[in-house]
């Protein structure tokens, strides 16, 4: 099949590569002439386990980029994977998304056969009906033979590209058995080898699918951030406990682990636009409402927890780990930026260290200090927190011992307790 991927930044690289992967022809269509140059040299625009391989592969082979439209009518089918950023009262900025819906209608306007335009960005109900679908068949003017569909991408940063090709499930929205077969024949070649579940349905219950497994996953670490909170405050261990209630099939061992709590650019950005588009249609979602709260305090208590020991004003603190997970660069929503926020307020002196994630901090916050290692960052503190689970963080040891004072406060279990240092652990 030929398939055109409009959008080439996270999401839309990931599938695109993947798509040629599988062997098909894929044309990804970017704005950005330097990510399309950069795709056409076989590079990675993102940093991303596995992809830069597959660009590597199939660049300039079966995948091609380029800034123009004129490659969607000959393809078979397009994907949309434009940014859906959020606005302040946390509802989705379509804008973007809808000037690309447009094009490619009418990129598509002269075409006789059907085609199939899938919204893979992540939009709340009822935007695929209310914006997204008249978008596309306003630049198509009316051409019937443009059908809009939706298939949700469920990929996570650091494992995109074998998220991608081992999926738990798929999830096809049509609006007609020709757009959900279209959709059986794009992904034919990865259902071969793999065994996923696939879920076909309308476009909008596709789009709620998206929004109710990050909300469900968020809310989940948000709820064992709550009883781990509890367990500390009596004295217990929450990895003990949430060990033991994953052994429930119901529950699953997965996104137990307490902490600091979640980040990066899609859990905040969908859990806060699903609460603004139930706001819209006066329904208050108290569950998910608390699930921000307390994902919000978490960093607080860990300060707490800190100020038990240190006075903060004017004591120099190291915080460990920037990026919102291990693995990845970027720092969107990290938790590491609400703590050092903190740690501003409070008066200390700050001396951050990631192993990758130093850059781009670096421009949030250009007036903090910033360390070559965690040993250097650690040297001469008089307390340190524990931002991100980065597997370096785990083999720390006699480093403690240069602090001033060697207070630590581990946010995500990661470093291990021992006599001679002062060990807090956030919900344990
Ligand atoms: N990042 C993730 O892990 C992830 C995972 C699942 C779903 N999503 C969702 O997928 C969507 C895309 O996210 P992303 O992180 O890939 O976004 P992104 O901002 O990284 O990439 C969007 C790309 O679209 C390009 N673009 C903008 N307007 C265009 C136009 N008119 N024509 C062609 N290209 C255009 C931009 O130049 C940019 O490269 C969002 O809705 C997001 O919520 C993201
Ligand atoms: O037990 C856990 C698991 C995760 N996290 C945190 O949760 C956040 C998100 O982690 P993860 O889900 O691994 O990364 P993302 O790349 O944000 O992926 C999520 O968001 C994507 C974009 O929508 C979805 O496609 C994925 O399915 C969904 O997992 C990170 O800050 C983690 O540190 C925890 O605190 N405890």
Redesign the pocket.
Known sequence: MHITV???????TTIAACFADLGHDVTA????EE?VETLNDGQSPISEPGLEDLLETHAGNRLEATTSYDAVPESDVTFL????PSNDDGSIDLG?LE??AE?TGEAVADKDERHLVVI????TPPSIETVLEPAVHRGADGNENIEVGMNP?????GS?VSDFLSPDKLVFGASSEWGTNRLHAVFEPLLEDHDAHVVETDPQTASMIKYANNAFLASKISLVNDLGNICKEFGLDAYEVMEAIGLDDRISEQFLRSGVGWGG??FP??VNAIIAAAREEDYDPAVLEATVEVNDRQPERMLELLEDHVDLEGARIAVLGLAFKPQTDDIRNSRAIPMIELLKERGSEIVAYDPVAVEPMQERFPDIEYAASAADALDGADGTVVVTDWDEFATLDEEFDTMATPVVVDGRRIIEPRDGITYEGLTW
């Open positions: 409009i959008g080439s930044g996270y999401v839309g269509i970017d704005i950005d990510i994977a434009i940014g859906t973007a000037a690309a094009a893979k960005s992540t939009v991408e469920f990929l996570r940063e995109a650019s899609c950005k969908d």
